[in-house]
């Protein structure tokens, strides 16, 4: 899958949302020129203003939600919306952009000349205060609201390098700051030196915690960025428990746990906002008392167990049977994904980008021959209900959908990898469990529903 006015929404989200011009993880300066409601279009407004890419700049992929007319001042820019050709521009060219243009390419084609540009966007003021909320740093907060001053979570993490981090032990003595990440995650990269300058400066008075979201990741490539970066923080891979105790919403996500063992902030960009957070921690007296507050555990279903406790509703408000005999004894296959995959991870992780979009093909083919009842199960990290009806136009897919956006039926079935396929048969049970690399799901469905037949 933030910032000043562009989005790295769920890419489309981490990208797919929206917001407008510079986003998170932008190198882009906007300079707001004017903005006027037009009249005799009422909700209607124009924005005017300038983008100046230093040498070799660029901008995340991201959707504005608007009528968008680009005009080229200096320099040379590469410009490509999602489905059309790469263009390449020069002074006194111009690039349109429709409200549902993904924006995928926006960067200066040069790597020694700075590149300069006039932005018109018309858009819905409604539209556009939504794509503020769904921006990165929207999201962290509308996520971070409802803990602000509650218990942190009292969990024992454990680092790649094996040693442990009890955080009820640090609540009353320390601040906390975790910071979830990811190493596909841009702009995570991009705050790293940030980051770590931070924990040189802090690191004796703040407990650093680099969390690694452990979503779609590896600690191989964990340990990569590690070394490529010169980090020297703890760094964790999260099981998953973390994340749903903080309402993981993006990445990357900034915690702030006061010295009282209490949520302080949430947030996402590494601005102002988190630096004060951080001052506001240390000016708290100590607390001993402070233990922080158990996270309960969780059962994981796997291949012959039978689901119990579990609900999912469509994104068209439909009750899905995902757990107990299946009411018309069918099958059922629930795809895990994110929105963003084939978008977002086409250029970070190709590899994934790739079997995400086979995956999405094959169920597409699948599902209108077969017996069986399928679901899309979104991650709700970079997602919303909006990303969720973006994605059934575009990539595309006529499946029902849903928004896990708690993450329970993610962790349920331990998954941390998309796309994921899980395969249920009539009574209820987990009968075949496919990752991002399995092959086999057509003969997979096939036994299963040929079962079915014979039933």
Known sequence: ?????????????????????????????????????????????????????????????????????????????????????????????TFYESPDDVHVVSENASQTKPAKFLVVMVKDKEAAASAADESGQGRAQAAGRPLIGSLAPALVLTTIDGKAIDLARLYGHKPVYLKF?????????????????????????????????????????????????????????????????????????????????????????????LHEAMKAALAEPAASAATGHVISTHVVYGVGDTPHGLTAVTSSGEAFPIV???????????????????????????????????????????APHGDARWLGIASGLWASPRDLADYQKDPGTDIPLTLDASGKLFRAFGVRDVPTVVLLDAQGRVAAKLGPRDRGLEAALRTLESKHGAS
């Open 1 to 93: 899958m933030a910032l000043p006015r562009i989005y790295f929404g769920a890419l489309t989200l981490l990208m797919l949302s929206a917001a407008p011009l510079a986003a998170t993880g932008s190198d882009a300066v906007v300079a707001p020129l004017m903005a006027r409601d037009l009249i005799g279009m009422p909700g209607k407004e124009v924005n005017l203003e300038t983008v100046e890419y230093p040498p070799g700049g660029k901008s995340p992929p991201h959707r504005h939600h608007a009528q968008v007319f680009v005009y080229v001042l200096e320099g040379s820019l590469r410009m490509q919306v999602q489905g059309s050709p790469v263009a390449t521009l020069g002074p006194g060219a």
């Open 181 to 273: 990440w990811a190493t596909w995650c841009v702009p995570c990269r991009e705050q790293m030196p940030g980051f770590e300058h931070d924990y040189e400066s802090l690191g004796d008075r703040i407990a650093f915690v680099a969390v690694n979201a452990g979503f779609t990741d590896t600690e191989a490539a964990v340990r990569q960025v590690q070394h490529e970066s010169g980090l020297r923080m703890p760094i964790v891979i999260d099981d998953g428990r973390l994340a749903a105790e903080l309402n993981l919403r993006v990445t990357p996500q900034h915690v702030v746990v006061g010295r009282d063992g209490r949520i302080l902030y949430v947030g996402h960009l590494a601005d102002e906002r």
């Open 324 to 366: 107990g005999p299946s009411p018309d004894t069918r099958p059922r296959a629930l795809v895990f994904f994110s929105p963003w995959c084939e978008s977002y991870l086409a250029k970070s992780r190709p590899a994934s980008s790739q079997e995400c979009k086979r995956v999405r093909e094959q169920m597409n083919e699948l």
